[in-house]
């Protein structure tokens, strides 16, 4: 009895101690699909439902939330584009990795991306405190089981903005000079994700 009791302390706490134990319920199933048969469209999915841009390893990567980007074809590839701030923590994995992952959410994950698009990595663990689940590619790049759609990417060009290019002046955005650096990635993978019992 005694023994019981000692083992069901040590699974609880080691339960306790999880710090994002996926549940069934928010688990997805993933279905890889072609770029072009990304049906969304991601005008809204970037501007209105937002993404979360994220880079690094599997024990060390960070991620941001954007809304502003870009799917398309350039140079004969499926392409994504993304724009990120010098100061972001991101921009130090999206310059060390060859790869970025977007991954794209329903409503219901609104408040997890608004924090993750109000709060640094630098300062907090943004993954524990969004309640996400990180989902560790087949290739090592990371993306998130609470996703609807992932697009996993391969830098293929970058580059800083800079003022004397601009035609129109974006009025108000760069008061203080940091100019967002453009990420071009060929799309090298997308998977569609469902709710269990939800696909068809
Ligand atoms: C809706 C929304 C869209 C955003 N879009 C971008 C973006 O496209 N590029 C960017 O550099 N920052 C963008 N941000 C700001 C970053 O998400 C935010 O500064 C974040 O805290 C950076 O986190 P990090 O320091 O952990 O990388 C956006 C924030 C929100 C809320």
């Not at 609880?12 to 699909?33: G, H, R, W, Y």
């Not at 991620?63 to 130090?92: D, K």
């Amino acid at each position: 009895m005694k023994c019981f009791f000692r083992s069901s302390v040590l699974l609880l706490a080691a339960m306790a101690c999880q710090p994002n134990p996926p549940s069934d319920e928010k688990m997805n199933v993933f279905t890889p699909i072609d770029s072009r048969a990304i049906s969304d469209n991601v005008v809204h999915l970037m501007a209105d439902e937002w993404m979360l841009i994220t880079a690094g390893t599997p024990d060390h990567f960070n991620t941001m939330t954007a809304s502003w980007g870009a799917v398309g074809h350039l140079w004969n590839r499926p392409v994504a584009f993304c724009f990120i701030r010098p100061q972001r923590y991101t921009f130090e994995f999206a310059e060390a990795q060859d790869c970025f992952t977007l991954s794209f959410f329903d409503e219901t994950y609104r408040p997890a991306l608004a924090l993750c698009g109000r709060v640094s990595g630098r300062d907090v663990d943004k993954v524990k405190e969004a309640g996400l689940t990180p989902r560790i590619l087949e290739s090592g790049n990371v993306a998130f089981e609470e996703a609807r759609l992932i697009i996993e990417c391969r830098k293929i060009y970058t580059d800083f903005f800079t003022p004397e290019q601009f035609i129109d002046d974006p009025s108000g955005i760069y008061p203080s000079g940091d100019f967002h650096k453009m990420y071009i990635g060929e799309i090298i993978h997308a998977w569609k994700g469902e709710k269990q019992g939800t696909k068809h």
